[in-house]
Antibody, heavy 122, light 110 residues
Framework: QVTLRESGPALVKPTQTLTLTCTFSGFALNTKGMCVSWIRQPPGKALEWLALIDWGDDKYYNTSLKTRLSISKDTSKNQVVLTMTNLDPVDTATYFC??????????????WGQGTLVTVSS | EIVLTQSPGTLSLSPGERATLSCRASQSVDSSNLAWYQQKPGQAPRLLIYGASSRATGFPDRFSGSGSGTDFTLTISRLEPEDFAVYYCQQSGRAFFGVTFGQGTRLEIK
């Protein structure tokens, strides 16, 4: 059974750095085709893809946020960490991590964590 | 950058009716990389359709996906009360760069 769980602070002050951890089980991130992605959703708004790390440690970022994001993995701990710098109130959102399957043919996000709400406020 | 535009923004229908949701890409995309997700209030999105037309585990056959190139459609043949939710399309491009989502279609009970 594949599970993912996000953890991190619920409240962050403007200009601070946010660090979120995705702890997963049920799959190995070093298996070809496996990726973990971060997606966020401001209250009442649409999904926004943030970043992705794949089985070969290749990293991909939303071009609009690339300068503020960093993604890394610890395969031994089954964790993926996302850092976002210089937080602003507009970054208030529920942050999801999800497994992305990048197969020989298909690409999709098949398993999601429950999400963690991060509020940016002084 | 490929932009996905979903229409309509909100669709108001009654149970038993047919729902047709559109996802249009700003340029041609590989249908193998086109997916649809269902999201209910307070829940994470759930994979519904992948490869433009393959139904994910757990969804009944009243859900179907179709399309190619720049135009993709999600159809729900006969709406059940549990189908009222927000639906997002997603694509990852012919040259993999990550993913993008459409802005979503809210399917509400009329």
């Amino acid at each position: 059974q594949v599970t993912l769980r996000e953890s991190g602070p619920a409240l962050v002050k403007p200009t601070q750095t946010l660090t979120l951890t995705c702890t997963f089980s049920g799959f190995a991130l070093n298996t070809k085709g496996m990726c973990v992605s971060w997606i966020r959703q401001p209250p009442g708004k649409a999904l926004e893809w943030l970043a992705l790390i794949d089985w070969g440690d290749d990293k991909y970022y939303n071009t609009s946020l690339k300068t503020r994001l960093s993604i890394s993995k610890d395969t031994s701990k089954n964790q993926v960490v996302l850092t976002m710098t210089n937080l602003d109130p507009v970054d208030t959102a529920t942050y999801f991590c999800a497994r992305l399957i990048r197969g020989n043919y298909y690409v999709y996000l098949d398993q999601w964590g429950q999400g963690t709400l991060v509020t940016v406020s002084s | 950058e490929i932009v996905l535009t979903q229409s309509p923004g909100t669709l108001s229908l009654s149970p038993g009716e047919r729902a047709t949701l559109s996802c249009r890409a700003s340029q041609s995309v590989d249908s193998s990389n086109l997916a649809w997700y269902q999201q209910k209030p307070g829940q994470a999105p759930r994979l519904l359709i992948y490869g433009a037309s393959s139904r994910a585990t757990g969804f009944p056959d009243r859900f179907s996906g179709s399309g190619s190139g720049t135009d993709f459609t999600l159809t729900i043949s006969r709406l059940e009360p549990e189908d009222f939710a927000v639906y997002y399309c997603q694509q990852s491009g012919r040259a993999f760069f990550g993913v993008t989502f459409g802005q979503g279609t809210r399917l509400e009970i009329k």
